[in-house]
C-alpha cells in the first residue's frame, strides 16, 4: 500500500491549478515634440496618412482593404485600412505594422518617427 500512496499523492500534487504568469509591465510610449504618436495614426484616411508621411513606397488594393507601406531609413511601416463597419465612407486605418529591413518587428512609434524626420 505504501508503494501505491506516494505516486497518487504526486500524480494529484500534479493536476492541482498553478497561478498564471503576471506579464511585464508596458512602459508608455513618449512622442517627441512634433512627432506623430502611431496610435492616433488609426483613423486616418488614406490622404490624410499621404500628406502626413509622404509618398507610400507601396499601395497594395486587397478586396476591401488597401495596405499603405511607408519607408523609413531603417524601417517600413505598414497601415492597413478598412472602410467603416457601416459601409460608407472612406477607408481608414485599423491596423500598423512596423519592422526593420531584415523583417524583424520594431516598435511603430520608432519607425514613424524616422519616416518623418526625413
Given amino acids: ?14 493536476c492541482a491549478p498553478q497561478p498564471a504568469p503576471t506579464p511585464a509591465p508596458v ?10 504618436d502611431h496610435r492616433t495614426v488609426n483613423g486616418m ?6 500628406q502626413h508621411f509622404g509618398k ?19 524601417c517600413f511601416l505598414d497601415i492597413y485600412l478598412y472602410p467603416p463597419s457601416s459601409g460608407s465612407g472612406a477607408p481608414r486605418a485599423t491596423h500598423i505594422e512596423a519592422r526593420n529591413s531584415q523583417g524583424g518587428d520594431v516598435s ?11
Wanted: proline fraction near 7%.
Fill in 1 to 14: 500500500m505504501r508503494h501505491i500512496a506516494l505516486p497518487v499523492i504526486l500524480l494529484v500534487a500534479a
Fill in 27 to 36: 512602459a508608455p510610449v513618449a512622442s517627441s515634440h512634433g512627432a506623430h
Fill in 45 to 50: 484616411t488614406a490622404n490624410e496618412l499621404i
Fill in 56 to 74: 507610400p513606397r507601396l499601395q497594395i488594393v486587397e478586396g476591401d482593404g488597401t495596405k499603405l507601406q511607408f519607408a523609413g531609413p531603417n
Fill in 108 to 118: 511603430a512609434q520608432s519607425c514613424a518617427s524616422a519616416i518623418e524626420a526625413r
